[in-house]
C-alpha cells in the first residue's frame, strides 16, 4: 500500500505570549515534524523547545476526550466516569442553578486560568455562560500576574490594555527589573526570538542593564547586572526618579503639552534619594544615579520590569514608577524607547476599558479590578459563613490550587463547596475536586487568532490559525461548551438565550472593521489571511500620541492619588528588615506553567524542582547540594532537594512555579513522576499589594532547615 502524502500547516505556538510560527507537517492523524516558520514576520522562524512539544498536548493519553462526572465508590473514595455530553452539561446546569436559585447568584464564583488568553473561543464567548450569571465573584490568574500592569494602565492612559511595548530592535538603553525574558520569551510583551534580539542590542553599542535577586539566563547577556533584595525594586525605582528630577534631567518630548502632575511626583519622591535606595536594595548609589542618567540621555531607552516587580508588596507603585520613569525621560512613544501597538482586531478599541474598586470582596474587602476580584480573597469567600457565601466554582482552564497563594488552603475549601464544574482538558491537582469537567477539543483541533498577544507584540502583525486536524465525532470547541451550557442555564433560569456568531466570524468582522480592515490600503479580512497563512506583516511600533489614549481628557496625569500615598507607606514600611530568607519564584523555558508538566519533550531530563540558595548561606546552614530541606514560611512548609548556586543572591532561596503534582487524584501520570512542590504552598493570601490586591508571590519571608525526610510538608 503506498504511504499516504504529508501536508504542511502553518500555525502559531499557542504555549506562551510569544506565539511563534511554525509548520506542522502531518501525515494521516500523525504529526511528522514541527518546525519553526521563516515566513512569520514576528518570530521569523524562531522556535523554542516548547513548540515541538505540541504534539505531546494533542496525543496526551491523559487528555480528557468525553466529560466525566464525580463519584463516590462504595468504600467512600472519589473518582471520575466517563458521561455523555447532554448528561454532563445537564447536571452542570442543574447544579449552577440550583445554588443560584438557592443562595443567590453571588453564590457562584468563576476562575479563569492564564490558557484562556491561547484559546480565543474562552475569551469570545465565555459571556454566553456569564450574562446568565452576573456574580460579583469573579477571579483569574490576573491577580497573580499582571493586575498592577492594568491597573497603571488604566489610571495613566486610560484603558486596561494600553501597555507600552519595548521596541527593543531600535533600542540603545533597556533597564529591565525582575524579567527573564529568555526563559518566558517575553511576558506582557510578544517578542519571539528575544535572546537573538537582546545580544542584538549589545552588539549594536546598547546597554542591557539587569535588576534581579537571581542571575537569570537573561542576565547573562547583560552589559551590567545588579543583585537587589526582594521586594525593594520600588526604592530603586523611586531613587531614579528622584534623581531625574533633581538633576533637572526631566524632557518630555512631544508629550510636553499631554502630562500633568509632574510637581506633586517630584515631591513624593524627593525622600527616596539614591543613598537611601543604596541601604534597602544593596544597589549602590552610583550606581542608581547612573541608571538615571543613561536612561534620560539614550537614543532610545526603555525601563521595563515584569513578574519580579509585579508580583510584590509594591507591585502597583513598581509599575507606575516604571511609566513615569519612561515618561520624564522622553522614552514613552518613542522609536526605541517604549510604544503602544495597534493590532489588527483593535482590543482597545473594542473593550471595556476597565474599572477599579466599584465592590469588594465580602470577607476583607478587597477591591475589584474590571469586575474582578483578587484571586487571594477566594478561599475565604469558600469557607467564610454568611450572605453570599460561595458555594459554586466554574473554573476554565485554570489550575489554582497550585498557581495561587496558599494553595492547599485553596484546596481544602474546594471540598466545602456545595458543586463544582470545569472546563477543562485534565483532571489536575484543581479540577479532581469537580462534579463535572467538560473537555474542549485539543488545540490543534480548532481554528485560532491571537486576540490578546497581537496587544502586546513587539511589531504589529496578524494571523489565522485554521485547525491542523478535524475535530473528533462529538467533540465540542470551548466557546460551542458555554454556548450549549449557557442555553441551557438561561432555560432553567426562565431566560432567552441569546446565540452568539462563531469566533471566527467575530474576527472576521473586527479584521474588517480594524485598523487595517476592508476601508483601508490594506484590505484586512479573515479571507485575506486564510490566503496568507504565515501571517501578514502591518509595519513596525510607531508614535500614537495622543491619538492612542484614552483618558476622559485625553491627557496622561502621572500624580495618581492612590500611588502617591503608597510612597508614604513604602516610607514607613519596616517589614523587609525583618530577618529570615526570601523567596522568590523562577520559571524554565520548559516549564512556564503547571500544565506544562504532563510533556515528555518538556519534562524530559535533569528536574528543576530545586531550591536554590547561596553557597554563603548554605555553609552558614551547614547544607550541601543534594540535601533535603524544609522550606517555611508563616502559612506552610515543604520539603525539597536544595540546589547551592551563585546564580541567587545571599538571603535569598529560589523555588520554580507550577510544581506540585503530589496530590492524590489527579491523572497526570507524567506530572506527578516528576512532582515537585508547590512554591504556593508558601506564599501567604494576606501578603499582597495593598493598591491592587495582587498576590506578592516574590519576597516571601522563609526559613530554611534540613528535612528530616524527603516527603512535601504542607501546614
Not at 121 to 143: C, D, K, P, V
Not at 326 to 333: A, F, R, Y
Not at 398 to 426: I, K, R
Not at 694 to 708: M, P, S, T
Amino acid at each position: 500500500m503506498a504511504e499516504s502524502a504529508s501536508v504542511q500547516h502553518r500555525r502559531a505556538c499557542h504555549l506562551c505570549e510569544a506565539i511563534c510560527g511554525v509548520i506542522i507537517e502531518t501525515r494521516d492523524d500523525q504529526i511528522v515534524s514541527i518546525k519553526g516558520d521563516p515566513d512569520d514576520p514576528l518570530s521569523r522562524g524562531h522556535i523554542c523547545p516548547k513548540a515541538v512539544a505540541l504534539q505531546d498536548i494533542h496525543t496526551d493519553p491523559d487528555r480528557l476526550r468525553k466529560p466525566v462526572k464525580r463519584v463516590r465508590s462504595a468504600a467512600g473514595e472519589f473518582k471520575h466516569v466517563t458521561i455523555e455530553w447532554d448528561e454532563a452539561l445537564d447536571l452542570a446546569a442543574d447544579g449552577l442553578v440550583n445554588v443560584i436559585e438557592r443562595f443567590g447568584v453571588n453564590a457562584v464564583a468563576a476562575y479563569f486560568g492564564n490558557p484562556a488568553v491561547h484559546n480565543y473561543g474562552l475569551l469570545t464567548h465565555q459571556n454566553a455562560l456569564f450574562r446568565h450569571i452576573r456574580t460579583n465573584n469573579r477571579y483569574s490568574a490576573t491577580s497573580v500576574d499582571q493586575l498592577p500592569h492594568h491597573l497603571v494602565s488604566l489610571w495613566l492612559f486610560g484603558h486596561k490594555l494600553l501597555f507600552p511595548i519595548p521596541d527593543i530592535d531600535r533600542s540603545q538603553y533597556f533597564l529591565m527589573l525582575g524579567a527573564n525574558p529568555v526563559a518566558s520569551n517575553g511576558s506582557i510583551w510578544t517578542v519571539p526570538g528575544v535572546k537573538q534580539r537582546l545580544k542584538d542590542l549589545v552588539a549594536r553599542g546598547g546597554q542591557l542593564v539587569v535588576i534581579d535577586p537571581r542571575r537569570t539566563e537573561t542576565a547573562e547577556l547583560a552589559t551590567s547586572y545588579f543583585p537587589i533584595k526582594p521586594g525593594t525594586d520600588a526604592w530603586l525605582l523611586l531613587a531614579i526618579l528622584n534623581t531625574v528630577f533633581d538633576e533637572q534631567r526631566v524632557n518630555l518630548g512631544h508629550l510636553a503639552s499631554l502630562v500633568d502632575g509632574l510637581e506633586q511626583v517630584a515631591a513624593a519622591v524627593a525622600p527616596f534619594s539614591p543613598e537611601q535606595a543604596a541601604e534597602q536594595t544593596g544597589i549602590s548609589a552610583d550606581a542608581i544615579r547612573s541608571m538615571a542618567r543613561d536612561m534620560a540621555a539614550a537614543d532610545g531607552g526603555i525601563c521595563y520590569g515584569r513578574m519580579g516587580v509585579s508580583t510584590q508588596r509594591y507591585g502597583t507603585l513598581c509599575q507606575w514608577a516604571i511609566q513615569v520613569i519612561n515618561i520624564v525621560t522622553g522614552q514613552l512613544d518613542r522609536e526605541g524607547g517604549s510604544l503602544f501597538t495597534l493590532p489588527a482586531v483593535d482590543q482597545v478599541a473594542a473593550a471595556s476599558p476597565g474599572g477599579f474598586g466599584r465592590h469588594q470582596s465580602r470577607v476583607r474587602g478587597l477591591p475589584e479590578f474590571d469586575r474582578e476580584l483578587p484571586v487571594a480573597a477566594l478561599a475565604e469567600e469558600i469557607t467564610t459563613p454568611g450572605d453570599d457565601q460561595v458555594r459554586a466554582l466554574f473554573t476554565a482552564a485554570g489550575n489554582p490550587v497550585l498557581s495561587t497563594p496558599e494553595g492547599h488552603h485553596l484546596e481544602q475549601a474546594l471540598e466545602q463547596l456545595a458543586f463544582m464544574v470545569s472546563l477543562d482538558p485534565w483532571i489536575n491537582e484543581t479540577t479532581r475536586h469537580a462534579d463535572v469537567i467538560l473537555p474542549p477539543t485539543s488545540p490543534l483541533e480548532h481554528d485560532h487568532y491571537d486576540l490578546a498577544f497581537h496587544v502586546n507584540a513587539v511589531r504589529n502583525t496578524a494571523r489565522y490559525n485554521p485547525p491542523v486536524f478535524e475535530r473528533p465525532e462529538g467533540a465540542l470547541h470551548d466557546w460551542e461548551i458555554f454556548e450549549a451550557l449557557g442555553a441551557r442555564v438561561a432555560q432553567r433560569l426562565g431566560v432567552t438565550p441569546k446565540p452568539s456568531m462563531p469566533p471566527h466570524a467575530m474576527i472576521d468582522a473586527g479584521l474588517q472593521a480594524g485598523p487595517y480592515g476592508t476601508h483601508t490600503e490594506q484590505g484586512l479580512s479573515l479571507a485575506r489571511l486564510q490566503a496568507q497563512p504565515s501571517g501578514v506583516d502591518l509595519g513596525p511600533l510607531k508614535p500614537q500620541l495622543p491619538g492612542r489614549l484614552r483618558t476622559p481628557n485625553g491627557r496622561i496625569d502621572v500624580a495618581v492619588g492612590a500611588v502617591l500615598a503608597d510612597c508614604e507607606r513604602l516610607l514607613a514600611d519596616t517589614e523587609l528588615a525583618t530577618p529570615g530568607y526570601r523567596l522568590i519564584g523562577r520559571r524554565h523555558v520548559r516549564d512556564c506553567n503547571s500544565w506544562m508538566h504532563n510533556y515528555r519533550r518538556l519534562v524530559k531530563g535533569k528536574g528543576r524542582c530545586t531550591l536554590m540558595m547561596h553557597p554563603g548561606d548554605a555553609e552558614r546552614e551547614g547544607l550541601t547540594t543534594g540535601d533535603w530541606v524544609q522550606v517555611q514560611s508563616r502559612v506552610g512548609a515543604v520539603d525539597v532537594e536544595l540546589e547551592i548556586t551563585e546564580a541567587v543572591a545571599q538571603g535569598v532561596v529560589s523555588l520554580p512555579h507550577g510544581y506540585g503534582h503530589h496530590r492524590a487524584g489527579t491523572q497526570l501520570n507524567l506530572a506527578q513522576q516528576h512532582a515537585g512542590v508547590s512554591c504556593n504552598d508558601l506564599t501567604d493570601t494576606d501578603y499582597l499589594d495593598a493598591l491592587s490586591g495582587n498576590a506578592a508571590l516574590n519576597g516571601v519571608l522563609v526559613q530554611v532547615q534540613r528535612a528530616k525526610s524527603p516527603t512535601a510538608v504542607q501546614q
